[in-house]
């Protein structure tokens, strides 16, 4: 069986870090959640001037991050599918 695990990790410049996790059994449930998931990263980071990677439907992948400060403000969103015995 294949599953699809959503992870977002962000940093923040306070020092504070963190990540969450959520797993689904389809591609495109976890897809859509990715665009949720990227929609409130956009607004978490509405104060800071940003820089993002492009995104077209279907990647797996995105991030976002105060322009020229990854390293203390940034979110990544991933997919990754797996598969379970």
């Known amino acids: 069986m294949w599953v699809y695990v959503l992870e977002v990790v962000w940093q923040c410049d306070s020092g504070e870090c963190g990540s969450h996790v ?3 059994d389809d591609v495109n449930s976890a897809l859509e959640e990715m665009k949720t998931e990227m929609k409130d990263a956009r607004s978490d980071f509405n104060r800071f ?3 993002e990677t492009d995104y077209t ?3 797996m992948s995105w991030s976002i991050w105060e322009k020229g400060e990854y390293c203390y ?3 990544d969103i991933s997919i990754t599918e797996c598969c379970v015995n």
Do not use: A, W
Request: net charge negative; charged share 35%; hydrophobic share 25%.
């Open 22 to 24: 959520k797993v689904f």
């Open 49 to 51: 001037t940003t820089e």
């Open 57 to 59: 439907d279907g990647d």
């Open 73 to 75: 403000n940034h979110i």
